[in-house]
């Protein structure tokens, strides 16, 4: 938790209202944007008043469909912790987000190869690693390593079976890699198919259906459903 002076109470109060109403209460979220924002001017040099403030700018662009426009500043106060504490792993995970909804795969690879997830299991959110996981295996994929991601696919599924009776693992319910099935399923039968897409879709509906007895994927899912678009 940030170590902010006892006056700070009031944000993490407002933060809670905001997470709580999620996007719905615009008044709460302006509100936590200009009380982060006085932080941040106050005490300049702590970076647990920049999380705070990235954390709001985070639910600001949760607030606007995470339109790309909102995206650049919450990022650019992680990677303001990040060059101070290079090791700050919630910063990392936040910076793994963002990066990923701009595209920018190397960025993502780079930053979940500096997670630890012993950090998350003892803040009780071992889901949080689980989930920069699946991005950066989607990143390796579209960097064209097929095999790092393959290999990272099986020992990622393996870690949602071993963990199938946490119920806050659920919160990790694997999108992308479910829309990248679907994507690549609904192309597979196509004349611009090949043999190691097909290939691709058989490994994934193959990993993906172990995944099916934990409720982290729907049985439906897997079947002749129409693609789903991948949420950037």
Known sequence: MPNLPE??????????????????????????????????????????????????????????????????EPLDEMLHILQIEPSAQFALWFAIVFSEHLGDDGAVVAYFARLNRKAFIDEHKDWWYLLAWEYALCSHLRLGRRSVFEEGLRCLVQEFVKVADDVEALLARPYRLVALYQDLRAGS????????????????????????????????????????????
């Open 7 to 72: 006056e700070a109470s009031h944000i993490y109060a407002l933060m809670s209202e905001v997470e709580e109403q999620y996007s719905e209460d615009a008044a709460t979220l302006s509100r936590l944007l200009e009380e982060t924002e006085r932080f941040v001017r106050a005490y300049p040099d702590s970076l647990d008043a920049h999380y705070l403030h990235g954390l709001a700018l985070y639910s600001l662009w949760c607030h606007h469909s995470r339109d790309s426009r909102y995206v650049r």
């Open 189 to 232: 039968g196509g004349p611009d198919s090949n043999v190691g897409q097909r290939e691709l879709v058989a490994l994934l509906e193959e990993q993906l259906a172990l995944l099916v007895p934990g409720g982290w994927v729907k049985a439906e899912e897997l079947g002749d459903t129409p693609p789903l678009s991948v949420c950037k």
